[in-house]
């Protein structure tokens, strides 16, 4: 919200004294002097005006997982343990997922409080590569790679997928980068070819990749300079 909207909605200022507290120099977003009304005020901003303290502001929550397969990218579920189990922390219903994974995919998932950072990350316009390590059961043929990149038609979404870019690395195993995240949607590309994703690991999200350290089904906090990547 803008400051001066979040300042104006508060009973004690009306809009003329948010302008001039501002103009006057008495309003503090996170410890820094603000004048421009349309500075932005998070759920995790501190808001001073002069030694008023008018919101405290939560902190914001950043974490790295390594999924391991046989649970459910979801916050619950009546019947098989969650990410979010995984998660030896206070406050949990705060969080969510920012890009799930299926039930037996692994790899980097990231778990946050910050609604505004997770969008960032998953909106479609971002066009964020994930890149996935793939296992299939028939050989990968010469052509899945023209294929991928020229898009494939998804009936159900009636759509064509963003062109993805794929790197054969055996006969049976390849690296698959793609900019969406639509439902399955790696097998159900290689599901174009009748050929079953065995196995299905999220190694990097855009410039942030799995730390190599953490084992299934451990997380660690993300660090400042990663959290400013998106
Ligand atoms: N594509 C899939 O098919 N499954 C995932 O978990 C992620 C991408």
């Known amino acids: 919200m803008r400051v001066d909207r979040f300042l104006s909605n508060l009973p004690r200022y009306n809009r003329q004294q948010v302008r001039l507290l501002l103009v ?3 309003v503090r977003i996170d410890g820094k002097v603000v004048t ?30 390594h999924k391991p397969p ?27 997922i920012a890009g799930r994974l ?14 505004a950072w997770s969008r960032r990350l998953t909106q479609p316009q971002t066009k964020l590569p994930k890149v996935y390590y793939v296992e299939t059961e028939q050989d990968i043929g010469a052509d899945y790679a023209r294929t991928f990149a020229a898009g494939l038609y998804f009936a159900f979404e009636d759509l064509t997928t963003q062109p993805a870019q794929l790197q ?3 006969p049976r195993t390849a ?11 790696v097998k159900r590309m290689f599901g174009h070819f009748n050929n079953k994703v065995l196995r299905l690991h999220r190694e ?26 998106f």
């Open 24 to 26: 006057e120099k008495r």
């Open 36 to 65: 421009d009304p349309h500075s932005a005020v998070l759920e995790f901003s501190r808001v001073e005006v002069d030694d008023l303290l008018l919101q405290a502001g939560k902190p914001a929550r950043y974490f790295m997982l």
């Open 70 to 96: 046989g649970c459910v990218s979801a916050t619950r579920d009546p019947q098989h343990p969650t990410v979010l189990d995984l998660l030896d922390e206070p406050h949990k219903d705060d969080l969510h």
């Open 102 to 115: 299926d039930f037996n995919t692994t790899g980097l998932m990231l778990i946050t409080n910050d609604g």
């Open 168 to 170: 054969v690395l055996g």
């Open 175 to 185: 690296r698959l980068s793609i900019v969406e995240g639509r439902y399955h949607q």
């Open 204 to 229: 990097s999200m855009g410039p942030l990749h799995l730390d190599n350290a953490l084992k299934p089904g451990e997380y660690r906090a993300l660090r400042t300079e990663e959290i400013h990547l």
